[in-house]
Nanobody, 125 residues
Framework: QVQLVESGGGLVQAGGSLNLSCVAS????????MGWFRQAPGKEREFVAA????????FYTDSVKARFTISRDSAKNTVYLQMNSLKPEDTAVYYC??????????????????WGQGTQVTVSS
């Protein structure tokens, strides 16, 4: 059984930081894409960040560049999202996704084969 278990969400003041973690079990994803999506109230789910494979290319949506950092630990089969300088507009449910391959042009349209349960991130003014 494949599971993605997320942690690290919560309530934070604007300008603060959170570090999200997603631990995968049931298979190893080191050769495959892992990343993060989010869905804000009243908006569609959007791509946030992904890495095509361990040590591979990293991609971010423009709104989080220079503030968020994705990283992976292959030994722990885990992907992280370090979120700094958080803004109220970052408030959303954040989902971890894993599996498959990103297209040659990047991970912007990729979606994984497996998904976490989602973790709420709320940024107050």
């Amino acid at each position: 059984q494949v599971q993605l278990v997320e942690s690290g969400g919560g309530l934070v003041q604007a300008g603060g930081s959170l570090n999200l973690s997603c631990v995968a079990s049931g298979r190893t994803f080191k050769s495959y894409a892992m990343g993060w999506f989010r869905q804000a109230p009243g908006k569609e789910r959007e791509f946030v960040a992904a890495q095509a494979w361990n040590g591979g290319a990293i991609f971010y949506t423009d709104s989080v560049k220079a503030r968020f950092t994705i990283s992976r630990d292959s030994a722990k089969n885990t992907v992280y999202l370090q979120m700094n300088s958080l803004k109220p507009e970052d408030t959303a449910v954040y989902y971890c996704s894993a599996g498959g391959y990103c297209p040659g042009y990047g991970c912007y349209t990729w979606q994984g084969d497996y998904w976490g349960q989602g973790t709420q991130v709320t940024v107050s003014s």
